[in-house]
Structure formats: C-alpha cells, structure tokens
C-alpha cells in the first residue's frame, strides 16, 4: 500500500460536517446558539452548490438539522461533543498501488491536547464513523492528530507546526523522526516542513495551540498561500513576519523554494475576547469553487476574493460571513472535509 493524501484541489466525491449542538462552543443564549446554528449551515448550502455534502447530526438536533439543511444535504446521525468536522473526521487518502482505493485515517483525537475544557469521547469516534460511511479502508494511527494541522500538496509535502504534533498534551513521547514516519505511513508525506508556531490567539484558552490551517496553505505544488497581519498594532504582524522568513528559508518535496502570496488580513484587530485571528486562509476548495472566510468588511473581503481567485484559476470564489465561526475558534475549513474522488 502506498497511501497518499491528494491536494485539496483534486476532484471531491462530497464535504462531510458536522451539525452544531448544545454544549461550550454553542453559546448559553438562545441568539448566540441561533447565529452558530445559522453559520454552519450557510457553510453548507454554499458547498452544496458545487458538490454533495454530508452533514454528521447529533441525534438531539435531529428535528433541527431537518428545517435547517435543504433536502439536497444527506444527513446522517451519530452522537457529538462538539462540531468540528476537520479535526475530529477522518483524513482521507488514495492508494497510488490499487487505483480506486480510499482510505480514512483515524487520528487519535484528545480535544485538541486534551484541555480541561474540551469532551471528547464522542468525538473521537467520528473518523472511524466517517471513513465507514465512506466506504475507505480504515487506516488506524497512534498519533494524536487533527485534520487542521496538517495542510499537503499532494505530492509529498506537508506543513505542520512544532507545538501541535510534538505537544505534551497530545503527543508527549513523540519526536520529529517518529512523527515524520507516520505522516509518511498514513498520508505519503516525504517532506514534513516544521513551522514554529500558529497564530497568536491560538494559544488561548479555546485555542488549538497552533493549527496550520489558521495561516499557510499550499494552493498549487510550489505556492504557498500565507496568511499577512499588515497592522504591527497586532501581535501577529511580527508572528507573520517571523514565519515568513522561516518559510522563504524551506523546499517542497521536489526541492523547489517557495513563491509565497501574501493575504492580508481584514482591519480589525480585536473583539470581546483580545485580538483576533480573521484570516482568509482558511478556505475550502470544493469542485469548481472556494467557500472563503468573509468578515463584513467590504474593501478587505473582495481582495480577499481577488487573492483566491488568483491562485485557484478557474473557481469561483463565494463569500460567506465567517465571524460566527471564527468567534469559536475557527473558520471555514475547520468545519469541512473534503473527501475525494476515485474511480471505482
């Protein structure tokens, strides 16, 4: 078996999520359980339209889910802590020795680091659930790990960053060789790129300590899309720039340098909780698309686009308002997996 995690640009047989339900990440009022409610499944027709998508629902949100979602979304039930689909699913690859195989690999998933805050005994049952009912070959790992951190290419090359796959609170015995050989086991990576860090609210209370997919992706083999904090007002302007240049100082699988585009980031700079982490890297490519992150900010949203576009040719570019997500902890892509195509 030669199991490898296809770019996310390559074609998709469908989008799995996960619907929201009562718990932390909610909210405790009735408008701000609305609002996420409302969010998630924006997210969900705007993929819809380019693509299936499966929608996981706890069975108490069963009725919900059902006035919510159109009928052109397939919902499926399993019980849920939380509703982060990316993290918590399987991570699906391809097999390159038997054409037409998938696979899924479960991550062993702790909550993020296992924090006093986080439940998970439900949740880390969802990528076993999710590669079954996608009919993949279940690819179990001993690695605690979450989809959001890790962002490839699709020929070799991985991102990931220092303080989440060598975390004590997710992998306190692992080093970067032993790490580096289960990526290159369960995903095919032959060139994993160790960033330093994340993004600075990141590593607050109800952060993910660091997840990629909050600042760097690679839309095209040899581009890499980074995430720019122009305002030095924000701790995350001098964070940015520190990546940057780490970075500018890295190849791909195939020995090529970077050719880094910069995104910048929209205006603000903080809500009720400290600075913010609105990016417009955390997207989803879907067949013929991209759902980006939007922030109500009409200059800072449309170069966003603009930014997208460019580097995805040839897909249209949606916007959906992604502060509701964000103001939980992450965005677009944190919400979504992507599964994808093969030919049976």
Same mark, same amino acid.
């Given at each position: 078996?030669? /199991?490898?995690?296809?770019?996310?640009?390559?074609?998709?047989?469908?989008?799995?999520?996960?619907?929201?339900?009562?718990?932390?990440?909610?909210?405790?009022?009735?408008?701000? =359980?609305?609002?996420?409610?409302? =969010?998630?499944?924006?997210?969900?027709?705007?993929?819809?339209?380019?693509?299936?998508?499966?929608?996981?629902?706890?069975?108490?949100?069963?009725?919900?889910?059902?006035?919510? @979602?159109?009928?052109?979304?397939?919902?499926?039930?399993?019980?849920?802590?939380?509703?982060?689909?990316? +993290?918590?699913?399987?991570?699906?690859?391809?097999?390159?020795?038997?054409?037409?195989?998938?696979?899924?690999?479960?991550?062993?998933?702790? &909550?993020?680091?296992?924090?006093? /805050?986080?439940?998970?005994?439900? +949740?880390?049952?969802?990528?076993?659930?999710?590669?079954?009912?996608?009919?993949?070959?279940?690819?179990?790992?001993?690695?605690?790990?979450?989809?959001?951190?890790?962002?490839?290419?699709?020929? &070799?090359? $991985?991102?990931?960053?220092?303080?989440?796959?060598?975390?004590?609170?997710?992998?306190?015995?692992?080093?970067?060789?032993?790490?580096?050989?289960?990526?290159?086991?369960?995903?095919?990576?032959?060139?994993?790129?160790?960033?330093?860090?994340?993004?600075?609210?990141?590593?607050?209370? @109800?952060?993910?300590?660091?997840?990629?997919?909050?600042?760097?992706?690679?839309?095209?083999?040899?581009?890499?899309?980074?995430?720019?904090?122009?305002?030095?007002?924000?701790?995350?302007?001098?964070?940015?720039?520190?990546?940057?240049?780490?970075? =500018?100082?890295?190849?791909?699988?195939? %020995?090529?340098? /970077?050719?880094?585009?910069?995104?910048?980031?929209?205006?603000?700079?903080?809500?009720?909780?400290?600075? $913010?982490? /609105?990016?417009?890297?955390?997207?989803?490519?879907?067949?013929? %698309? $991209?759902?980006?992150? %939007?922030?109500?900010?009409?200059?800072?949203?449309?170069?966003?686009?603009?930014?997208? =576009?460019?580097?995805?040719? &040839?897909?249209?570019?949606?916007?959906?308002?992604?502060?509701?997500?964000?103001?939980? %902890?992450? &965005?677009?892509?944190?919400?979504?997996?992507?599964?994808?195509?093969?030919?049976?």
């Amino acid at each position: 078996m030669a /199991w490898r995690m296809p770019a996310e640009t390559a074609p998709h047989d469908r989008t799995w999520m996960a619907f929201p339900r009562p718990g932390l990440t909610l909210g405790d009022d009735t408008a701000s =359980a609305e609002e996420a409610y409302a =969010a998630w499944t924006a997210v969900a027709h705007a993929v819809a339209e380019f693509e299936p998508v499966t929608m996981v629902v706890d069975p108490v949100e069963r009725d919900r889910a059902r006035r919510m @979602l159109s009928a052109d979304i397939a919902q499926v039930e399993a019980p849920l802590d939380d509703y982060w689909m990316r +993290d918590m699913g399987a991570t699906f690859v391809l097999d390159d020795e038997r054409p037409g195989i998938l696979g899924g690999v479960d991550w062993i998933f702790n &909550g993020w680091g296992a924090p006093a /805050w986080s439940t998970w005994e439900k +949740d880390r049952e969802i990528g076993r659930f999710t590669a079954a009912g996608a009919e993949a070959e279940l690819i179990s790992s001993l690695l605690v790990n979450e989809g959001g951190a890790i962002h490839v290419d699709g020929e &070799g090359t $991985v991102l990931v960053t220092e303080t989440v796959q060598l975390d004590p609170g997710r992998n306190p015995y692992a080093d970067k060789a032993r790490v580096e050989a289960e990526l290159r086991r369960t995903i095919g990576a032959t060139k994993v790129i160790w960033l330093p860090r994340g993004l600075t609210r990141d590593y607050e209370d @109800l952060g993910t300590r660091g997840h990629v997919d909050m600042f760097a992706t690679i839309p095209s083999p040899g581009t890499l899309l980074l995430h720019e904090q122009p305002n030095p007002e924000h701790p995350d302007h001098d964070v940015m720039r520190g990546l940057r240049e780490f970075i =500018a100082g890295t190849t791909d699988a195939a %020995g090529r340098s /970077w050719d880094i585009v910069d995104i910048p980031a929209p205006a603000q700079l903080r809500d009720d909780e400290g600075f $913010v982490d /609105w990016n417009y890297v955390n997207h989803l490519v879907v067949n013929g %698309g $991209v759902i980006a992150c %939007g922030y109500g900010e009409e200059r800072a949203d449309a170069a966003g686009r603009e930014t997208l =576009a460019s580097v995805y040719p &040839g897909r249209r570019v949606v916007t959906i308002d992604a502060r509701p997500i964000l103001a939980r %902890g992450g &965005g677009i892509h944190c919400i979504t997996q992507q599964q994808p195509a093969v030919t049976r």
